[in-house]
């Protein structure tokens, strides 16, 4: 593999005139939680010698953004669960034609890493976290503290992985009630709230007892928030956000069942195991890690990326979805 930086050029487009930019890298299925709503009780996991190594990422994303790939996410599982992730971030930082290069995590490990991981050249976070009652994080997280959770967002605003943006799952009957409660945690901590639409990969009853729009969030909010508007910061980025009144801050609203944004879409997805998936919600994707460990080339790779994004459908379709969340990255 060439140690040189990937020049910048190309462009990775759908059959939907989509432009292909961002890819969210899956470093591990693993996690040291159990969310309720991601990974079961008893769950199986990926071999460890199935799952990609450091080098095959940094040599798919290398070749990926010499194809147009623009910005990198790494996501799990929980990424900072797998050992050594801040040396696949000095890896991935050092390919120039990225301009953005982030990390979802749930926090439980952020305290610790925060400043490794800027120091290795990461940008910014975004922090899972479904609630600001301790009680309820144990019911909905089963694993983990939330006070490490809250340190973990502290200490990477101190190192300066900003913007810190939170991210809440609204479910009936668990969190819900705590909308504006999250809108004053914002303003106290100095972070970017985005309330998201609960997800129904499997359209069972448990979904459709939980599910909450995000109109009946905002309506919830009441005079907190300018609800008169709603805009992106990023044509393609899911969210919208809306002004927190009385401050400089906004609030965002990510919405793929009442509000979809599947036209705008410009990302693809990576699994630990090597899959190249076209969509959140692709059944099957191109198997990148056969091609790699099978002593393939770098144009072999880069046929595999345009080929997953010709296979990107004009919508995802949720009865479609197969494999568990923490397999994907969200």
Known sequence: ?????????GALRDNYDRNITYLRV?????????????????????PHEEILTYDEIERIVKIGAGAGIRKVRLTGGEPLARKNVERLVAQLSRIDSLEDLSLTTNGLLLAEKAEALAAAGLKRVNVSLDTLDPAKFSEICRRGDIGAVIGGIRSAGAAGLRPVKVNVVVMRGRNEHEAADFIRFALDEGVVVRFIEYMPFNRDEEWRARYVSRDETIASL?????????????????????????????????????HGFCNMCNRMRLTPGGQLLACLLSPSGVDLKSIIRAGGSDDEIRDAFRLAAESKGPRGNFPDASRPMHTVGG
Do not use: Q
Not at 26 to 46: H, K, L, Q
């Open 26 to 46: 899956s470093v591990t299925d693993r996690c040291n939680m159990r969310c309720v709503y991601c990974i079961p009780e008893g769950a199986e996991f990926i």
């Open 1 to 9: 593999m060439s140690d040189g930086k990937e020049a910048r050029g």
């Open 222 to 258: 009441g005079s907190l928030i300018d609800a008169s508007d709603g805009g992106r910061t990023d044509p393609s980025a899911p969210a919208r956000y809306f002004k927190i009144k009385g401050s400089d801050a906004s609030v965002g609203f990510i919405s793929p069942i009442s």
